[in-house]
């Protein structure tokens, strides 16, 4: 992956300097998710899979 990815942490992380961090990133037409705490691992996938996939979570949580 490349090295200029500018990662953003979740708004739902435990602040700044925690270590239990998502941290997402958009690159080259994909959408990069990380644990903070192993940040040389991380999994890629479309933005429109990952929508899916939030409004599918967001249904079995009504």
């Given at each position: 992956?490349?090295e200029?990815?500018a ?17 997402l ?10 644990e ?26 009504r």
């Amino acid at each position: 992956m490349a090295e200029n990815i500018a990662w953003q942490k979740s708004s739902f992380s435990g602040g700044q300097d925690s270590s239990d961090c998502v941290e997402l990133a958009s690159a080259e037409g994909a959408i990069r998710l990380r644990e903070s705490d192993a940040p040389t691992q991380a999994l890629s996938t479309t933005p429109e899979s990952l929508a899916a996939l939030i409004r599918h979570i967001q249904t079995k949580r009504r």
